[in-house]
């Protein structure tokens, strides 16, 4: 065995397939090289790439190219296979103006949301996220079934080993504004309390009795890497802003403490949410 044998197999990397779609592509790769007896060495060799690089790709933390992913369908004889691993990483079935803040999504160890009208796309459910997405005006069967696959490969790091640290803060008329059928909001609702266990997720509603009447004005998620704000998505019509910029970021972090400042805490939040599920609500019943 090669030195890159030796050195892969005392220090190996754990991926977790399920984390990502980009972890799912370091997994499948991995475990097909190996299958055929290749190091990293020789299966760089063969179709043109370093060692490093590849075990770099195996290890997630660089992302493959449309021409290193037909390459690796080329050298071992799955036509379309690994192209479609890697259309995944890209999540070529979201909107486009949206893909930046997907790829920014998962490299966060901490997401900081507010949504006023909907409930936040991590959160949804597939029936009300098929209900919202099917909405919206000249979109076809295909793209819906699209868009609702991504947001479901979005909602991946929800349970993966490492997830983001989650604060979400819903203004209460997400939970009474009608999507879909009633038992749709009912699923969704019983979805947002089952979320709710999870340790590193605080959800937080805003009753219609506060006073920040500015945060109307749309929904916003910033993401932390390390403590360190570092992106945020904007929502908008008829798209959305994804920015790195700092003193956005910072007007946004002004707008969420003081949105949490007049929110239940998530105790009180709950029961609210618990009490719609068991009464139902006028507007969706």
């Known amino acids: 065995m090669g030195i890159e044998g030796k050195s892969e197999m005392s220090n190996p990397v754990r991926i977790d397939p399920d984390e990502s779609p980009r972890a799912r592509f370091a997994y499948e790769l991995r475990t097909l090289r190996r299958a055929h007896g290749l190091t990293q060495r020789q299966f760089g060799e063969r179709i ?17 190219t449309q021409h290193f992913a037909d390459l690796v369908d080329e050298a071992f004889g799955l036509p379309g296979t690994f192209a479609r691993h890697y259309l995944k990483t890209t999540w070529a079935g979201a909107p486009e103006h949206f893909r930046p803040w997907l790829i920014e999504e998962q490299e966060a160890t901490s997401l900081k949301s507010y949504e006023p009208i909907l409930v936040p796309g991590l959160f949804q459910t597939e029936a009300y996220a098929r209900a919202v997405l099917q909405s919206e005006p000249g979109i076809t069967a295909t793209q819906v079934e699209e868009r ?23 203004d209460e008329g997400v939970l009474q504004r009608p999507v879909g059928s009633p038992e749709i909001m009912r699923e969704q609702l019983e979805h947002l309390l089952a979320l709710a266990q999870y340790p590193h997720i605080t959800l937080q509603i805003v009753p219609y009795t506060a006073q920040a009447l500015f945060g109307l004005a749309g929904g916003f998620i910033i993401a932390e890497r390390d403590g360190r704000a570092y992106a945020a998505h904007i929502a908008g019509q008829p798209q959305g802003l994804t920015t790195d910029d700092r003193g956005l970021i910072a007007k946004l972090y002004q707008r969420y403490d003081a949105i949490r400042a007049e929110a239940h805490p998530q105790r009180l939040s709950l029961q609210m949410i618990s009490e719609m599920v068991a009464n139902g609500h006028p507007s969706w019943c």
Do not use: F, H, N, W
């Open 48 to 64: 043109g790439y370093s060692e490093s690089t590849i075990g770099m790709i195996e290890q997630g933390k660089r992302a493959p």
């Open 148 to 170: 609702v696959s991504a947001r479901l490969e979005r909602k991946s790091i929800l349970t993966r080993s490492d997830p983001p640290q989650i604060t979400a803060i819903l």
